[in-house]
């Protein structure tokens, strides 16, 4: 098998690489191989609508079969790619065929991080990454009364969220002093503890996990403190590792990513990265290599692969976005809040819609926007000025943000 181009990943950032090289003219024989039997589907409702039932598979596709087929782009499914061989162009799957490319798109997003403790291969254990993951716990949901969530990430959050409306006992147990640390300023981390709370889920912050317990299926969850939590269901969420070890192994720069310039270019000849697995240079983390998980980063960055391998020259500089859903709560989120020094609340948390601004140096880098889109259309336009706002103005939600823009 060979082909112009070999696209490895049909997930978000496979699927728009592959609709963006047609859009951008690209003639060429286009090739996705994704480890998944299924045709590229939309990830996120996986721990909201998915789980909760209420939105069928169907409706996830990105793309109808009959699109792929049109456009003549080649779908080998359930093949995982085990090498890369950069100097003979050619790609190994697991088993055992050689894809030759004349240029390869990485996309090959992340791989749930395990916990390192016993217990862990017990059945009633799970992840949410994939359709499969799901279906795997849907079909065990039934006979579950209490759960644990480990990781008070968004997507332990979110499936707890869903959890609690489908009616089952949760508890979740967050390593770190809050939940959301690692993405989100206090005002917002203790925000959505107060949410969950409410909704009645057992939320344990500081609790380290010592073991999952049980014989052949779990039964439970042993903390450090030697305290047992009984539960029919464990849901570890505790962050990916990007999937990129082949082309490590390949000798491409990088370690948990793989380092792409502006363009989602690799140190590989003609092979490019994007996604969740790709270490890039982002100005709005002032120039730093990060790795980014969004729909929109994977979608923005295989727009500008694409558009490069079609002969239009493209560099990756979007304002990230993200969102996320918990019961009624809409969050949305733009810029970077990551080394802020100051932050803004605007509007009371009570009212459960406000907004929390990020600030560095007095200038805005992020918001996060709880029930609130004015603000979060709005305030996109302050990160894009670098605005430095009056912060007593900033807080005062009658004040709209676009008074606030130095274009006004
Ligand atoms: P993916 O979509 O993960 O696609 C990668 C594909 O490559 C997968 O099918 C994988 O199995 C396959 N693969 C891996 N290794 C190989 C290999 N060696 N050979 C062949 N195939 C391989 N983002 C938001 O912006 N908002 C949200 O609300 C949101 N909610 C989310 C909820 C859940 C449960 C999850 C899991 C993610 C959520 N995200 C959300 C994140 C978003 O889905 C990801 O950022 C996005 O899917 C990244 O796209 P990608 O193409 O990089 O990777």
């Given at each position: 098998m060979?082909?112009?181009?070999?696209?490895?990943g049909a997930g978000h950032g496979g699927a728009q690489a592959a609709i963006a090289l047609r859009q951008n003219g690209f003639a060429g024989s286009i090739a996705i191989v994704g480890d998944e039997p299924e045709l590229p589907y939309e990830r996120p409702p996986l721990s909201k609508e998915y789980l909760a039932g209420e939105k069928a598979f169907e409706r996830m596709l990105i793309r109808p079969a009959a699109f792929w087929a049109e456009r003549n782009v080649e779908m080998l499914l359930e093949r995982r790619v085990a090498a890369v061989d950069p100097d003979a162009h050619s790609l190994l799957t697991g088993g055992g065929e050689t894809i030759g490319y004349s240029t390869l798109i990485?996309?090959?997003?992340?791989?749930?991080?395990?916990?390192?403790?016993?217990?862990?291969?017990?059945?009633?254990?799970?992840?949410?990454?994939?359709?499969?993951?799901?279906?795997?716990?849907?079909?065990?949901?039934?006979?579950?009364?209490?759960?644990?969530?480990?990781?008070?990430?968004y997507i332990g959050l979110e499936t707890a969220a869903t959890l609690r409306k489908l009616g089952k006992e949760v508890v979740l147990l967050?390593?770190?002093?809050?939940?959301?640390?690692?993405?989100?300023?206090?005002?917002?981390?203790r925000f959505y503890e107060a949410e969950h709370?409410?909704?009645?889920?057992?939320?344990?912050?500081?609790?380290?996990v010592d073991c999952l317990v049980g014989d052949r299926q779990v039964s439970g969850v042993r903390l450090c403190d030697g305290s047992e939590i009984a539960a029919q269901l464990v849901v570890v969420g505790i962050g990916i590792d990007a999937a990129v070890e082949p082309l490590l192994a390949a000798g491409a720069a990088g370690d948990n990513g793989v380092q792409v310039d502006g363009r989602c270019r690799t140190s590989l000849p003609d092979v490019f990265a994007v996604g969740d697995c790709a270490l890039h240079p982002n100005r709005f983390a002032g120039g730093d290599l990060v790795r980014l998980e969004s729909v929109q980063n994977a979608t923005d960055q295989a727009t500008v692969a694409a558009r490069a391998i079609a002969g239009i020259a493209a560099e990756y500089d979007a304002l990230p976005w993200f969102w996320s859903n918990q019961y009624d709560l809409r969050l949305q989120t733009v810029g970077i809040s990551t080394g802020h020094d100051a932050t803004v609340v605007r509007g009371d948390p009570a009212t459960r819609s406000f907004s929390v601004v990020y600030l560095k140096q007095g200038r805005v880098i992020a918001l996060d926007c709880v029930n609130v889109t004015r603000d979060y259309v709005q305030g996109r336009k302050l990160i894009l000025e670098r605005a430095a706002p009056d912060p007593a103005k900033l807080a005062d939600p009658d004040t709209p943000l676009k008074e606030l823009t130095a274009g006004r």
């Amino acid at each position: 098998m060979q082909f112009d181009v070999v696209i490895v990943g049909a997930g978000h950032g496979g699927a728009q690489a592959a609709i963006a090289l047609r859009q951008n003219g690209f003639a060429g024989s286009i090739a996705i191989v994704g480890d998944e039997p299924e045709l590229p589907y939309e990830r996120p409702p996986l721990s909201k609508e998915y789980l909760a039932g209420e939105k069928a598979f169907e409706r996830m596709l990105i793309r109808p079969a009959a699109f792929w087929a049109e456009r003549n782009v080649e779908m080998l499914l359930e093949r995982r790619v085990a090498a890369v061989d950069p100097d003979a162009h050619s790609l190994l799957t697991g088993g055992g065929e050689t894809i030759g490319y004349s240029t390869l798109i990485w996309a090959a997003g992340g791989a749930p991080r395990r916990l390192a403790c016993a217990g862990t291969d017990l059945s009633g254990v799970h992840t949410v990454r994939t359709r499969a993951d799901v279906d795997r716990m849907l079909a065990e949901l039934e006979s579950v009364e209490r759960a644990v969530v480990i990781g008070g990430g968004y997507i332990g959050l979110e499936t707890a969220a869903t959890l609690r409306k489908l009616g089952k006992e949760v508890v979740l147990l967050e390593a770190l002093d809050r939940v959301l640390s690692r993405v989100a300023g206090e005002p917002l981390s203790r925000f959505y503890e107060a949410e969950h709370r409410a909704r009645g889920v057992d939320l344990r912050l500081g609790a380290m996990v010592d073991c999952l317990v049980g014989d052949r299926q779990v039964s439970g969850v042993r903390l450090c403190d030697g305290s047992e939590i009984a539960a029919q269901l464990v849901v570890v969420g505790i962050g990916i590792d990007a999937a990129v070890e082949p082309l490590l192994a390949a000798g491409a720069a990088g370690d948990n990513g793989v380092q792409v310039d502006g363009r989602c270019r690799t140190s590989l000849p003609d092979v490019f990265a994007v996604g969740d697995c790709a270490l890039h240079p982002n100005r709005f983390a002032g120039g730093d290599l990060v790795r980014l998980e969004s729909v929109q980063n994977a979608t923005d960055q295989a727009t500008v692969a694409a558009r490069a391998i079609a002969g239009i020259a493209a560099e990756y500089d979007a304002l990230p976005w993200f969102w996320s859903n918990q019961y009624d709560l809409r969050l949305q989120t733009v810029g970077i809040s990551t080394g802020h020094d100051a932050t803004v609340v605007r509007g009371d948390p009570a009212t459960r819609s406000f907004s929390v601004v990020y600030l560095k140096q007095g200038r805005v880098i992020a918001l996060d926007c709880v029930n609130v889109t004015r603000d979060y259309v709005q305030g996109r336009k302050l990160i894009l000025e670098r605005a430095a706002p009056d912060p007593a103005k900033l807080a005062d939600p009658d004040t709209p943000l676009k008074e606030l823009t130095a274009g006004r």
